[in-house]
């Protein structure tokens, strides 16, 4: 089975910051990957897939990069509704459907 | 306006059964696959299930494989998913999500909680 980690578990930011985000994969995905946002007692959104297309509505401050096993997500320009958790997702294998352990971004 | 609304959550002794239900509305059920995906309070994010369009085929995570069930009814847009033998650790708020993967689009979810 694929496994998916996420560094790091937290990160502090002030608005305005650069923010990068990492995941990787326990094998080559391609770019079967995607990204998702969890604001505190809301559902997931999609932010990005297949590692680097943004989904419709998605802010152009959102990108994601990276193939194989190793990914980014990076957020240009920190701003206050971007303060949530986000997770990893791979979908390369549909068995199973594996997220990483996520990425809290908190305020500095 | 696309909707996904969980029903069916409460709390249940552990060895016992519950039915989530999932009825979806806003856009065309047959031609999506669907999922149920869990997170425990105050942790990530967990795949459970997901089913075809078709119905088949589907696939269980491990820790849920033999005791959940998942289903889906195309003529009446539902989602459900059976569980049984529910543990402590199957507490969590259970999603609804349209896709296998990627998921574009989230229910608000529905808390079970396996408490004796």
């Known amino acids: 089975d694929v496994q998916m980690t996420q560094s790091p578990s937290t990160l502090s930011a002030s608005v305005g910051d650069r923010v990068t985000i990492t995941c990787r994969a326990s094998q080559s995905i391609d770019t079967w990957l995607a990204w998702y946002q969890q604001k505190p007692g809301k559902a997931p959104k999609l932010l990005i897939y297949k590692a680097s297309s943004l989904e419709n509505g998605v802010p152009s401050r959102f990108s994601g990069s990276g193939s194989g096993t190793a990914f980014t997500l990076t957020i240009s320009s920190v701003q206050p509704g971007d303060f949530a958790t986000y997770y990893c997702?791979?979908?390369?294998?549909?068995?199973?459907?594996?997220f990483g352990p996520g990425t809290k971004v908190d305020i500095k | 306006q696309m909707q996904l609304v969980e029903s069916g959550g409460g709390l249940v002794k552990p060895g016992g059964s519950l039915r989530l239900s999932c009825a979806a509305s806003g856009f065309r059920f047959t031609d999506y696959y669907m999922s149920w995906i869990r997170q425990a309070p105050g942790k990530g994010l967990e795949w459970v299930a997901y089913i075809t369009n078709t119905g088949s085929p589907i696939d269980y995570a491990d820790d849920v494989k033999g005791r959940f069930t998942i289903s889906r009814d195309n003529a009446k847009k539902s989602l459900y998913l059976q569980m049984s033998s529910l543990r402590a650790e199957d507490t969590a708020v259970y999603y609804c999500?349209?896709?296998?993967?990627?998921?574009?689009?989230w229910g608000h979810g529905t808390l079970v909680t396996v408490s004796s």
């Open positions: 997702q791979q979908y390369k294998s549909y068995s199973p459907l594996p």
């Open positions: 999500a349209r896709g296998g993967a990627p998921v574009g689009y």
